[in-house]
Structure formats: C-alpha cells, structure tokens
C-alpha cells in the first residue's frame, strides 16, 4: 500500500452500473404520454378526467408523467458518474429561483409538442396546466435566478453537478398592491405539494447547535474536540431532476428540509400540554419556514444563522457520505475513509457569503470526526472551495457578531479564530508587520460588537475568488478586497455572468425563437453566440417586418396580463401596444434608481402637461420588483410610483403620451412575459454598485435595446453590440468616486429648473393630496440625505439621453435594426459559456457523456 501526505493510499470501491431500462422504454410519443397522463389520473391521484374540475390535478398527472421519463435519464446519469468515477461540483446556494418546472422540462427533454397533442386529445391546452403550477419562488433576484441557470447549463453541457440549497416551506413573499402600496402575503408555494421532487428519507443528517466543546487526549496522545450537550435537528433531503436540453444527462438539485429529532412528546401532552407536546417540532422545522427572515431582529437574525449553518453542515456530510462510497482506506465495507483524493474529485462553489461557514464545517468534520491532523484538513479545504462574490454593498457583506456564533456554533468559532490566528501570521510573515493591515485583514472585525467577516473566511478558505462582471472583479481587487488581492493575486479572477437561453428565449419567446431557427438554424440554443448570423439579416425588409410583427404580438399579450391585474385593484387601464415598452423590472433598491425612472416620468407629465408636441413617440413606462419588508424607503418608492401613475393614467391630456405601469408579484413566470415584450431595458443604477446583473441580459436576448450606466455587465454588452445600439448616460464609477468627496445634491437641483419643478411636485404632495408629507423623506434623502447614489448628480444624462431613444424609436426601421443587432450580438452572456469557464479554469471538470 503507496502512502500519500495524508495517508495510505485508498482502496477504490468498483462500481458496476446497474441494468438500465431500455432508451425511453416509457415512451415519448403523444399516444405514450396520453396514456400515462391517465394512469396517474387514476391511479396516482384516484381521479376520472371526467370528475375533474380544476386544473390542478390534470398538471399533476402531467407533472408525474413527464418525471417518471426524467428518472430513467436521472438514474442512468447518476449510474454513470459512479461508474466514471467522475470529479463532482457541488453548487452552494441559500437561493435557487427556479420558477415553474413543467414547460422548462419539456423544452429541454424534447416532449413539448408531443406532450401539447396529447393533452389536447385529452381536452386539455398545455397553457391552461403550465399556468396551474406555483412559481418555486426560492429567491430573492438575480442571485437565486442565477444558480438555476447554472443548473440548467450544467446538466445541457453534460458536467457532473450537483446544486444545494434548502427547501423553504413559504418563498419570496407574494406581494399585493393596494392603494398604492405593497403587502407581503405568505407564498405557500407547497400548500398542494411539489410533484417534482422525491423525498429521500434514508439520506438524513442529525445537525447540532448550541452546546458546549469538551476538550480532552485520547489514547493515542492526540487533542481532540468533542460538542456535547447540542440541540439537534433531522436534515432531509428532497431531491429535484434537473434534465439537461437535448442530453441523457439528468442532475439533482438537493434541498433540505428541516425536521424535530422528537416531534411528539407524548408525556407532555398526556400532562395537558398540548402546545409543548409539539413546541419542538415547531422550532426545529422554524429553520426552513421562510426564505431570509428578517434580521433587523435578534429573534430574526439567530435563525437566519441557523440556516446557513444547516444548509452547510448537511451538505457536506452528505458529499463527504457519497466520496466515503469510493474511497476507503482497506478493502472492506466499513473500511476507514482516506482523503487524500478528496481534492481530486470533489469541487465546491459558495454562491455569494451564506455558504461561508462551509469553511469550518469542513474544517471541523475533517479534524474533529474524521481525525486528520490540521494541516492535512486546511489542504483539502482550501483545494476544494471556490468563492463567488457578488456585491460590492457593505451591507450585503455579511457580518455575524461573535457572541451569536459563540452560542450557537461554539466549536466554529473555535476553529475561525485558529484560522485567522494561522493566517494573519502568514500575513506577517510574507507581507511584513503592519498592524493596520492585520486589522483590515482580521476574520474578526474589532470595530464595535466583535464579527466575524464571512466574506474574508470565504476568501481565505478558497483557492478561487471571481467577481461576475469584469468591472466589479476590478473593483473587488482594488476596492473591496485589496489587502487579499494583493496578498494573493493569483486566486482573483472574473466570471461574467450568463443567462440559459432555453429558458429566457426558446421558452419564454418561442415566436420569435422560431423566427430566428426559420433563418439561421438551431444551433444557438447549445451555443448562443450562433445568434451572429442574424447580422446580416439585420437590414433586410421582410426579416425587420417578421421582427416586428412577433414582438407586437408579444406586446399585445403583456397589455392583457396588465389589464387584468389592474381588474383586480378595480382599476381599468388600458395599455397601447404601439407604444415604447420602456421597462424597469428588479428588486426595489435605491442603488436600483427606480427613482430616477420616476423622476424622469414627472418630467415627462409636465412636458406633456406644458406642450404636448415636445413628445416624439407614446411611451408605457413598466416597472416591477419587490421591496424586502422591512426596507421602509424602498416601500416608500413603491408608493410614489403608483401615485405619480394613478395621477398620469386619470389625466385625459397626457393619456394618449404617457402611461405608467407597476407589475404585482414581480416572479420568474411574470417575467417571461415582460421580456419578450421590452422595447427598452432600464439599467440605471449607480455606476460602481451593480456587481453584474443579468435582467440586462435577458432583455437584450430578446430584442430590447438598453438605457444604462456603465456599470456591472452592461459595460461588457457595449462592447458587443456597439456603441450605436445601446443608450448610455451617467457618471462611470471613476467619475462617481471622484465626485463623492465634494458632492453637493443641492447645486444640481438649484441648477435645473425641471428638477426641482418634480422634486418640488413629490415633496409638495402633488401626487399624495390626501398625505402632502408622505414622500418628504424621499426628497429629503436626496437633497439633505447627500443623495448617496446620486440620483440627482445623473438626472440632466438621464432625461438627455430618453431624448434621444425617443426619436429613435419614432423611425421603427432603425429600431427594428438596433433590436435584431442587440440579440445577434448577445452570444456571449450564455450561462453555458460562463460555466464552461468556470469548469475548466476554478473547477477542473469534464463532461461525462450518458
């Protein structure tokens, strides 16, 4: 037996792939699939189609048929990568925004048209079942819609991967409009049940919190840590089918739920209490209630940790489970585990901080239960972890203050403070003594309550840190993160971020998808940047009235989905489909500028107001998005945007010009109506505070030409289509640093006469007659608050240039040019191509072919 630096060398257990099914022995065809609809109908949910009436339970039976056709690609696939001996990623993200599953699953497994026949000879429409199914709201925004992308491009390009997250029992809240304002409504998106995922009970971990960490010497003479005296609770996990399009391959999303140890304690309900007969349950399974409980309070903050912590420990006992299956140290079935392969076929990727504390999880599995000796266990970890930021926001840095950590994860904090104390001495030993730069540098923030940088445990942890556009990978290693990048430059490089095109554009705009496989062919769903040879066909007369034509359609349809929501606030709004689709929909934050857009409005309605000939082209402004519940000022914004629209929609003067539009329960299902129908894409957040963005993207993929600033990902979509076919204004963030120091909000609204005419109109009460000061303090932020995000130093730019959009729009075959130019040159910002180099550059993995 050959002995490693960690141990012997392992005895690898041979995998011999079971004995498949025979290649689509369900059947594909729609007489197949007309067939199992029915027997899950029957015999799965004991319903006669006859007896049906709701949509509900003819989407499950389609749900169930079209999994039962995934599983056999699942289990071959994961056949497969035993057999291989494949090197797995591991994708780690507290959000996954997955949206509705059914029509990505046809699309991508080539059932769609099979499936449509057969349900409709059935006397279904696949559109009515599609819409039947709840959006998987577990995200936020772009961080969560990314990861399912990823997904999505992992499985297509055929790499071995698995994604990681939790099982929230209620999502991204639902948000209602009334009376101008947004309502957070529980979304309950497993009320009914989730078809496409399988529980795996066998499969659960028991994860400790709190406790106390003995300290004691073995027999062998060896320190050892033991946590004792825990409060634990049952990790299981649910697993989801992720098919690949056009592939055998299937890979798993793995979310855990979380379950009490004892979830009945039958003395005590025998005893009379019945509350506490159950109390335990209740706050074991509190860990997956809700995505992101808010963490303004302490009760908040405390169970927010406790998530992260349970997403990671049950993770990584569960990879390190799978790779004890091949390696061991003796040829027997309970043979000790060696790791010094561990590396070799094991890649992890913490999406953004939450998963930091993955570090000294591992750290604590590998010394304390698996009894390796320190070094050897802070070389597999930082060999195995990758880091991706995505935020240069301080307050998006996560930080957790000590004592939380010293209650709930005592031996963590142990192990973070060994890490540090290990690390700063490496600091000083290669750097020098600089007591300022330890300081910067610490994983212990001193200033204030102690805390516990998870950025900088990231960091150090990882043999890889990536930014996700080009400009904020610079500002990482400049701005945020210098001390690190300096220290270890070679860890430091960029992953811009990318979008599936089969969700955002064979999906969600199959009209125009066709009209561009009519001309070009099909290859640009596997590799998007084929999209350039719609160049040529960029002048041509017929293409550019087919162009037109689809997107009108599109418009048409989004004007209806409108309509009916403003039904249901008892509101009739009726929307011109030959308008400028002028659309800002993204999470609601100041350094958004959605209050730019509204600037911008106001001043609209008072030109109109002021002399309707100095408008050019009918403009419909859309926004969208969600306010976290408990950020006052971005509520705030909400409210200004649908008074300022209430005001302009009633005003029979500017009706035929202007119409404002705000978009209820923003969710990945709504946006694949609103991108198709964009004309103009609003990218206008503060240069220097957007990491990437990836709505830039989708707009542009499918045909809407972007307003922006030069920041995040839309610098790097200039350089593709060009300078004459996107619209830029703004300071850059060079120029917005400069001007930081001496920035005076003042002088610009003294200085502008029309804006200070809108700000003096929202402060006034113009648009809250019956609460004059009830957007005072949005003013105030700007004009006495330093205007931090520079909303006013931005606004003359930003009117300007809506100038010069609007008389571009007015000449529809320069549009129609600028459209098709901006889609043939978005080749680039495929997730595929970001995950190919994320594959061969941080992970080292190649496709195994099904």
Same mark, same amino acid.
């Given at each position: ?38 027997? %899950? ?43 291989? @001996? ?12 997955? #949206? ?16 449509a026949k057969a349900l409709y000879e059935l006397g279904y429409r696949l559109e009515d079942l599609r819409d039947a199914e709840w959006d998987a709201g577990l995200g936020n925004g772009g961080l969560g819609r990314l990861a399912a992308c990823f997904l999505d491009s992992l499985a297509t390009l055929g790499y071995p991967a ?85 592939? *055998? ?45 808010? @963490? %303004? ?54 999406? @953004? ?7 000294? *999880? ?44 010293? /209650?709930?994860?005592p031996r963590h904090l142990e192990i973070i403070y060994e890490i540090n104390r290990r690390f700063l001495e490496d600091v000083g030993r290669r750097l020098g003594p600089d007591d300022a730069r330890a300081r910067r540098m610490s994983l212990i923030d001193e200033d204030g309550e102690p805390g516990v940088r998870m950025a900088?445990?990231?960091?150090? #942890? ?67 940047? %084929?999209? @350039? ?119 029979? /003067? ?77 300071? /850059? ?46 003013? #105030? ?70």
């Open positions: 037996m050959t002995m490693s630096p960690i141990g012997p060398r392992p005895h690898v257990t041979p995998v011999t792939p079971r004995q498949a099914l025979p290649y689509d022995a369900l059947g594909s065809d729609a007489e197949s699939l007309k067939t199992a609809i029915l027997g %899950h109908l029957e015999y799965t949910l004991a319903e006669l189609p006859t007896h049906v009436d709701s949509q509900w339970e003819p989407y499950l039976a389609v749900a169930l048929a079209v999994r039962d056709r995934m599983i056999q690609r699942w289990i071959r696939t994961q056949d497969t990568y035993y057999a291989r @001996d494949a090197k797995r990623v591991y994708y780690l993200s507290l959000e996954y925004l997955m #949206g509705r599953t059914l029509g990505n699953s046809l699309v991508n497994m080539g059932l769609l048209g099979e499936c698995y994604g990681y997250g939790l099982r929230y029992d209620y999502g991204i809240f639902h948000q209602r409009i009334i009376d101008g304002a947004q309502v957070e409504v529980a979304d309950g998106w497993l009320r009914y049940g989730n078809p496409w995922e399988i529980a795996r009970n066998g499969d659960r971990f028991r994860i400790q919190f709190y406790g106390r960490v003995v300290t004691s010497v073995n027999a062998w003479g060896r320190l050892t840590k033991a946590w004792v005296d825990t409060r634990d609770v049952l990790a299981t996990p649910y697993d989801t089918p992720v098919p690949g399009y056009g592939t *055998e391959t299937v890979n798993t999303l793995r979310l855990w739920g979380a379950r009490a140890v004892r979830e009945f304690d039958l003395d005590e309900f025998n005893s009379g209490d019945y509350i506490g007969a159950i109390e335990s349950r209740a706050r074991s399974e509190n860990i997956c209630r809700v995505l992101y409980p808010s @963490d %303004h309070v302490a009760a908040g903050q405390e169970l927010r940790l406790a998530q992260e912590y349970f997403f990671v420990s049950a993770t990584l006992r569960d990879i390190i489970r799978r790779y004890k299956k091949r390696y061991r140290m003796f040829d027997e079935p309970h043979g000790l585990a060696t790791f010094d392969r561990f590396g070799e076929k094991v890649a992890i990727q913490l999406n @953004d901080t939450h998963p930091a504390l993955a570090i000294p *999880e591992l750290m604590r599995l590998l010394v304390d239960v698996e009894e390796l000796d320190w070094d050897a266990a802070w070389a597999i970890v930082s060999a195995t972890f990758g880091f991706t930021n995505h935020t240069v926001m301080p307050e998006a840095l996560e930080r957790w203050p000590v004592k939380l950590i010293a /209650t709930m994860l900088a445990l990231a960091i150090v #942890g990882s043999h890889s840190v990536n930014g996700v556009a080009a400009l904020h990978t610079e500002i990482l290693k400049t701005r945020v993160f210098r001390d690190f990048a300096e220290l270890s430059p070679e860890k430091f490089n960029n992953k811009t971020n990318g979008v599936t095109q089969r969700r955002w554009l064979l999906k969600s705009n199959p009209s125009l998808a066709q009209l561009i496989s009519d001309k070009i062919g099909t290859a640009w769903v596997t590799d998007l940047r %084929h999209l @350039d040879r719609l160049v040529p066909l960029a002048d041509d007369p017929e293409f550019g009235a087919a162009w037109r034509a689809v997107r009108r359609v599109n418009k048409i349809r989004l004007t209806e989905t409108i309509r009916r929501q403003y039904q249901r606030r008892r509101v009739e709004l009726a929307v011109d489909p030959d308008s400028l689709f002028d659309v800002q929909v993204k999470r609601i934050h100041e350094y958004k500028r959605q209050l730019l857009n509204v600037l911008h409005v106001v001043t609209l309605y008072n030109r109109i107001k002021d002399d309707p000939r100095r408008v050019v082209a009918p403009r419909t402004i859309i926004f969208g998005g969600k306010a976290a519940p408990s950020y006052v000022t971005a509520k705030l914004i909400i409210r200004l945007i649908n008074a300022v629209g209430d005001l302009v929609n009633n005003d029979p /003067t500017v009706r035929d010009w202007l119409t404002v539009v705000f978009l209820a329960d923003y969710r990945v299902s709504l946006a694949e109506e609103v991108f198709p129908a964009a004309d103009l894409s609003e990218q206008i957040s503060t240069a220097g505070t957007e990491a990437s963005g990836t709505s830039n993207m989708k707009f542009a993929l499918n045909g809407a030409v972007t307003i922006g600033t030069m920041d995040g990902a839309t610098i790097e979509i200039r350089e593709e289509v060009g300078d004459d076919n996107i619209f830029v204004f703004g300071l /850059t963030a060079a120029e917005v640093a400069a001007l930081r120091p001496r920035y005076d909000p003042r002088a610009f609204y003294g200085a502008n006469v029309e804006l200070r005419r809108t700000l003096d109109m929202i402060r006034d009460g113009a648009f809250s007659p019956g609460e004059p000061g009830l957007f005072q303090p949005l003013v #105030g932020a700007l004009l006495d608050g330093g205007d931090p995000f520079f909303v006013l130093a931005d606004y003359a730019s930003y009117v300007a240039c809506q100038e010069r959009v609007a008389e571009t729009y007015r000449d529809q075959r320069v549009w129609t040019r600028t459209s098709i130019l901006n889609v043939a040159r978005i080749g680039k910002f495929s997730s595929d191509r970001a995950i190919q180099q994320y594959a061969e550059e941080i992970w080292n993995i190649t496709p195994v072919p099904i």
